[in-house]
């Protein structure tokens, strides 16, 4: 089995590989059921999966759990002041999305590139404050996309029973320092 992503509305579902043919089942939901998942976590994982992505619930009796239950709903969207004189912060560290969208690794690296071609150009023209100064800018106008699509689809507003309404998303807010930052 490769990577498969479910969608319902009010549920989701992830599966991947992870190691020596065994996968990750993940399981996502409302904030108000997290009573369920704490009263009867095996019911009511496979409760959601049975929404989200039925042939996989059905398969579900006949797989071994090899570890034990994560789960939590401690994942605030929070945004921390990006630079200071002589420090900056990327990726998680300064802003925080709910991963339900699988964003975070991209904005990371997104960030790390933005931050690494301003330090670059401070350096080069002697205004490092200027420089991070325009990074936090791009930083603060693309978080505010990545945000905005994020908490839609945390709250299960709007979605279809489909995944290419993430591909009818459009891109994602990457591109070049000069341009986000403008
Ligand atoms: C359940 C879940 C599923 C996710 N799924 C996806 C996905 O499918 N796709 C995606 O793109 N993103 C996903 N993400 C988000 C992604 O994991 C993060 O956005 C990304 O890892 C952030 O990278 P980072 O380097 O900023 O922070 P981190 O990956 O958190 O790295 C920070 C590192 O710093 C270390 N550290 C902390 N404090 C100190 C200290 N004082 N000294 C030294 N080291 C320290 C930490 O131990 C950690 O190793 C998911 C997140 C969660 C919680």
Redesign the pocket.
């Known amino acids: 089995m490769g990577c498969e992503v479910s969608l319902a509305p009010g549920a989701a579902t992830?599966v991947f590989p992870t190691t020596a043919g065994q996968h990750c089942v993940?399981a996502l939901t409302t904030v108000d059921r997290f009573p369920e998942f704490r009263a009867d976590t095996d019911a009511t994982f496979v409760s959601v999966l049975a929404e989200a992505a039925p042939a996989l619930a059905k398969a579900l009796p006949s797989a071994t759990r090899e570890e034990r239950w994560?789960g939590?709903t401690d994942?605030p969207h929070y945004y921390r002041q990006p630079w200071g004189p002589g420090w900056a912060l990327?990726?998680?560290?300064?802003l925080?999305?709910d991963?339900t969208?699988?964003?975070?690794?991209?904005?990371?690296f997104n960030e790390a590139e933005w931050l690494a071609e301003a330090v670059t150009e401070g350096m080069r023209d002697g205004d490092l404050d200027g420089a991070l100064e325009r990074y936090g800018r791009a930083r603060d106008r693309a978080g505010a996309v990545y945000t905005e699509r994020n908490l839609s689809w945390a709250r299960f507003i709007g979605r279809e029973n489909d995944a290419s309404a993430i591909q009818r998303e459009g891109p994602l807010p990457l591109g070049s320092l000069a341009e986000w930052a403008a």
């Open positions: 992830f993940a994560t939590t994942v990327v990726g998680d560290a300064g925080h999305v991963p969208r699988g964003f975070g690794i991209t904005k990371s």
